[in-house]
């Protein structure tokens, strides 16, 4: 037994809890205890919505209604798709982009290292920028959504306006 061990528990492997009850601790076993027990709610937390999907009053859920319909998912395929090869394209350039800077910054007098960090930085600061144009844009669709929707076309073109004007 370790020696901070024997200090804490005393030599007998044991201490004295709270109320007069004694615990006894074997170190193994506490381990193997304290490891099932995230375990266990990551189980739980997962197992019980399930459970629960099956044990509606109201809404009665059947084998049947989880069944793929073919032509749903190839609705729902052909919506992403765009967005799908938008992003692997842009992970290729960008990993093609990574290789030619590491392979050509070498023959430079800064290294491979400087051109790829200012990469890195240039991305960021377009990361930052864009999503500010997307925060801005995402904002202003329920806006005049509801504007046009009401009829109130001068609105939409005075938020136009002032969109337009910020980004």
Request: charged content about 15%; proline content about 2%.
């Amino acid at each position: 037994m370790d020696i901070f061990l024997k200090s804490q528990l005393g030599q007998g492997g044991t201490r004295q809890g709270g109320k007069g009850c004694r615990q006894s601790y074997c170190v193994g076993g506490w381990q193997r205890r304290s490891a099932l027990y995230p375990v266990s709610a990551v189980f739980e937390s997962a197992v019980r919505p399930v459970w629960c999907l099956f044990r509606f009053q109201t809404i009665q859920l059947k084998k049947k209604h989880f069944r793929l319909d073919a032509a749903i998912v190839a609705k729902l395929v052909s919506l992403g798709m765009s967005s799908f090869f938008t992003q692997i394209a842009m992970t290729v350039v960008i990993g093609i982009q990574n290789n030619l800077l590491v392979k050509y910054g070498a023959a430079s007098k800064y290294g491979s290292d400087i051109p790829l960090a200012a990469l890195g930085i240039t991305m960021k600061t377009s990361q930052l920028i864009t999503s500010i144009a997307m925060g801005i844009a995402t904002g202003v669709q329920p806006i005049l959504g509801y504007n046009y929707g009401n009829g109130q076309y001068g609105r939409v073109k005075k938020t136009n306006f002032i969109h337009y004007k910020e980004e």
